[in-house]
């Protein structure tokens, strides 16, 4: 089985390529993705990217609209759920197909759980996502590493809990998966970590749901983004976000978010090892 290792600001992506959607991703309840995600036993990633056609069978059966994308990201959580989006991982995916040859470089369409998203990317150099508008929620508690935190739902095609706080984000543990409210967020939920706004950039770290804390988040970058500005009084700006992995730039506007930063392909090979049981 052919794949290519990739990362967007070190979260990072096994791409499985596989056009007409043959491979099961779904057996044993993901124990492929598992697997390959495994950082000990396996290629270790935050999750997987399976690059499929809009017709073949599997995106159909997902109910992606091909009507204007081509190729459809089938992503998958290191644990093997499925999720609806995710803003780093479509970068690397849009660097893939163009460093594939399988489109051109420019502004392509790519079909997401979450709806279509266009991607700007080129052939060296950041790549820039349109994220579609990010929608407010109410305010919630969440406990992390024992500290209770406010913040507030942000939908980015996925649900995201973002809390902007004056407690030192390098002191808190969010390798555990933090309480939160499951009236609210009954599939899970994203938590963000952040400082406030000033000038212009914040910090923020993340635990993804499926994954664990990540070194960089897209959605949840953007949530981060959204609830600082919305903190500050502000429903728009270009917000600088700083995670453990790198740095990313959100723009905010009235009908829509964009998230841009690097996306690089850094290995290709071949998984031929069985796939070990109890993963």
């Known amino acids: 089985m052919e794949f290519v290792k990739g990362h967007g600001t070190e979260n990072d992506f096994v791409v499985l390529p596989d056009a007409d959607g043959s491979l099961d991703l779904d ?86 759980r979450a709806g279509t998203r266009w991607v700007t990317v080129d052939r060296t150099g950041p790549v820039t996502v349109d994220m579609g508008p990010a929608v407010l929620g109410p305010a919630s508690t969440t406990v992390v590493d024992g500290v209770e935190l406010t913040g507030v739902a942000v939908d980015v095609g996925n649900p995201h809990l973002a809390c902007v706080t004056g407690t030192a984000l390098d002191a808190l543990d969010l390798a555990t998966p933090p309480a939160y409210d499951r009236s609210l967020f009954p599939h899970g939920v994203n938590v ?12 923020l770290r993340v635990h993804e749901r499926g994954s664990g ?9 953007v949530a981060g983004a959204v609830a600082a500005l919305e903190a500050a009084g502000r429903h728009t700006g270009t917000v600088t976000v700083h995670t453990p992995g790198g740095t990313l730039l959100v723009g905010v506007d009235g009908a829509t978010t964009t998230l841009t930063g690097p996306a690089e392909l850094v290995a290709h090979g071949t998984w031929g090892a069985a796939v070990p049981a109890g993963v």
């Open 27 to 112: 057996a044993g309840e993901g124990h492929l993705v598992r697997a390959l995600c495994h950082r000990r036993r396996g290629i270790g990633a935050d999750g997987v990217l399976r690059v499929v056609r809009t017709d073949a069978p599997v995106a159909v059966a997902a109910g992606v609209d091909g009507s204007e994308a081509t190729w459809f990201m089938d992503y998958r959580n290191a644990d093997g759920s499925l999720a609806e989006m995710c803003g780093n991982g479509v970068r690397v995916f849009a660097r893939y197909l163009v460093d594939a040859g399988l489109v051109a470089p420019g502004t392509h369409p790519v079909a997401t």
């Open 192 to 203: 963000e970590v952040l400082t406030p706004l000033a000038d212009g950039a914040v910090r």
């Open 213 to 221: 804390e990540t070194r960089s988040c897209g959605t949840g970058t």
